[in-house]
Antibody
Framework: EVQLVQSGGGLVQPGESLRLSCVASGFTFSNSWMHWVRQAPGEGLLWVSR????????FYADSVKGRFTISRDNAKNTVFLQMNSLRAGDTAVYYCVNDPVGGTNHWGQGTLVTVSS | EIVMTQSPATLSVSPGERATLSCRASQSVSPNLAWYQQKPGQAPRLLIHGVSIRATGIPARFSGSGSGTEFTLTISSLQSEDFAVYYC?????????FGQGTKVEIK
């Protein structure tokens, strides 16, 4: 069974940093692109970032480019999202998502990041 | 950047009726178009990928169609558990983008 277990959310002030983690199990992690998607309260979905299986290729939404960094540790089946210079507009539930395995993708439970003074 | 536009914003349907949701892309995204269902307090669930391929475990009453820039999600006979928000999403070009969603509510 595929599982994605997230941690690391919370309340921070504008300009501060936070790192999200997502531990994966139930599939061959090192072969799978991994992704972060966020949803602001009451709003739609934004595909934030993605990273290749070997960690060498990354993509970012324009709104986070230069502030967020996606990375992974294949030895620990974990993907990270380092978020620096956080803004109020980054307030959202963040989900980690894997590439489709067995005909569907899987989403973590979501973690709330609140940026407020 | 590709913009995804869904219509209508809200669809009021009676249980057992057919629901048709539309999604338009600002440029061609075929065949890299997916549909998601999201219920309150839950993560989105993949329904359809590759325009018309049902994801694992998705009932046959959900079907996707379309090509180029125009796509449709059809729910043939709405069940109580289908009342939710539905999003289309293109993964043809980065940045991948979602539509703004269609809320399917009970009439």
């Amino acid at each position: 069974e595929v599982q994605l277990v997230q941690s690391g959310g919370g309340l921070v002030q504008p300009g501060e940093s936070l790192r999200l983690s997502c531990v994966a199990s139930g599939f061959t992690f090192s072969n799978s692109w991994m992704h972060w998607v966020r949803q602001a309260p009451g709003e739609g979905l934004l595909w934030v970032s993605r990273v290749s299986g070997d960690g060498t290729t990354t993509f970012y939404a324009d709104s986070v480019k230069g502030r967020f960094t996606i990375s992974r540790d294949n030895a620990k089946n974990t993907v990270f999202l380092q978020m620096n210079s956080l803004r109020a507009g980054d307030t959202a539930v963040y989900y980690c998502v894997n590439d489709p395995v067995g005909g569907t993708n899987h989403w973590g439970q979501g973690t709330l990041v609140t940026v407020s003074s | 950047e590709i913009v995804m536009t869904q219509s209508p914003a809200t669809l009021s349907v009676s249980p057992g009726e057919r629901a048709t949701l539309s999604c338009r892309a600002s440029q061609s995204v075929s065949p890299n178009l997916a549909w998601y269902q999201q219920k309150p307090g839950q993560a989105p669930r993949l329904l359809i990928h590759g325009v018309s391929i049902r994801a694992t475990g998705i009932p046959a009453r959900f079907s996707g169609s379309g090509s180029g820039t125009e796509f449709t999600l059809t729910i043939s006979s709405l069940q109580s558990e289908d009342f939710a928000v539905y999003y289309c999403q293109q993964y043809n070009n980065w940045p991948w983008a979602f539509g703004q969603g269609t809320k399917v509510e009970i009439k």
